[in-house]
């Protein structure tokens, strides 16, 4: 499985537990040329009545030291939430917010 299909698998684990959850979820649109995140950080976009989070999802680790001062230091407005979700197999998913 190449790193693309093994990302694209886990984004979207994580966006049918948000979808059980209760939100609308979207993705970025992806082209042959062209890996866009949602302002080159999130991988997810997430809202729901009066909760919206924004969301970049890793597999086995953590963000590394760069991507974290850029996930704290993306403007947003008050009440949408940054978080960062980690999948580890056999345990699933861990959140942790910014």
Do not use: C
Not at 24 to 31: F, G
């Amino acid at each position: 499985m190449s790193k693309i299909s093994k990302g694209n698998y886990y984004e979207n684990k994580a966006r049918d537990t948000l979808r059980k959850w209760g939100y609308k979820v979207e993705k970025p649109v992806r082209t042959k040329f062209s890996r866009k995140d949602f302002f080159d950080l999130f991988d997810l976009f997430a809202i729901r009545e009066l909760d919206a989070k924004l969301i970049q999802v890793k597999l086995n680790r953590w963000p590394s030291g760069e991507l974290v001062r850029k996930l704290r230091a993306f403007k947003h407005p008050r009440g949408i939430k940054i978080e960062a979700w980690r999948y580890k197999k056999h345990k699933g998913f861990s959140i942790r917010e910014y």
